[in-house]
């Protein structure tokens, strides 16, 4: 089973700036079958990003991935009031995994 | 645009079957992928299993001796059993869509907790 650590735990920034997030894997994945998801209080998660750095339908262009082998990264350009939230990363490829989540929050 | 909805009882005994029906609109359940995920409060995402339109499934190991997912394509529904249930099993329940073999899911319904309680 491929583990998936999410770092950091929680990220506190300001709207505008710019946020970081690392999946890294307990071994190489297919770029092909890593994924982020949104999700905010109360509501299912939202897909963001399939195949490591493809958008799904809808997903504005300041939410980018990329990364290869163990270390995937998601970026949020400039961070809207929308944005605050929590995100996962997921393996896909075989038995599904999930990371253990990185809550954005407003500094 | 397709829509999810589950339904069931929101509380099951300990040592009962859970049991859970997501009932499909706006698209057909034939030529996908319909998968179930659970979110204990205030804790991470675990994937339950996931089942292809025909019946052919595909099961998260550590819940496989529990766990059945059918389909009712006649109803435009599909199902989840997990039996033996604790504690460990209260969570947010959700179904979702999977665009394909190796596709992540990209379509879910809203969720529905099941508390696990005497």
């Known amino acids: 089973e491929i583990v998936l650590t999410q770092s950091p735990g929680t990220l506190s920034l300001s709207p505008g700036e710019r946020a970081t997030l690392s999946c890294r894997a307990s071994?190489?994945?297919?770029?092909?079958?890593l994924a982020w998801y949104q999700q905010k209080p109360g509501q299912a998660p939202r897909l963001l990003i399939y195949?490591?750095?493809s958008r799904a339908t809808g997903i504005p262009d300041r939410f980018s991935g990329s990364g290869s082998g163990t270390d995937f990264t998601l970026t949020i350009s400039r961070l809207e009031p929308e944005d605050f939230a929590v995100y996962y990363c997921?393996?896909?490829?075989?038995?599904?995994?999930f990371g253990q989540g990185t809550k954005v929050e407003i500094k | 645009q397709v829509q999810l909805q589950e339904s069931g009882p929101g509380l099951v005994k300990p040592s009962e079957t859970l049991s859970l029906t997501c009932t499909v609109s706006?698209?057909?359940?034939?030529?996908?992928?319909w998968s179930w995920i659970r979110q204990p409060p205030g804790k991470g995402l675990e994937w339950i299993g996931y089942?292809?339109?025909?019946?052919?499934?595909n099961y998260n190991p550590s819940l496989k001796s529990r766990v059945t997912i059918s389909v009712d394509t006649s109803k435009n529904q599909f199902s989840l059993n997990l039996s033996s249930v604790t504690a460990a099993d209260t969570a947010v329940y959700y179904c979702?869509?999977?665009?394909?073999?190796?596709?992540?899911?990209?379509?879910w319904g809203q969720g529905t907790l099941v508390t696990v309680s005497s």
């Open positions: 979702a869509r999977v665009g394909g073999y190796h596709s992540p899911p990209s379509s």
């Open positions: 706006g698209g057909s359940i034939s030529s996908y992928y």
């Open positions: 089942m292809y339109y025909t019946g052919s499934t």
């Open positions: 071994q190489s994945i297919s770029s092909s079958y």
């Open positions: 195949g490591a750095s």
């Open positions: 997921q393996h896909y490829g075989g038995p599904w995994t």
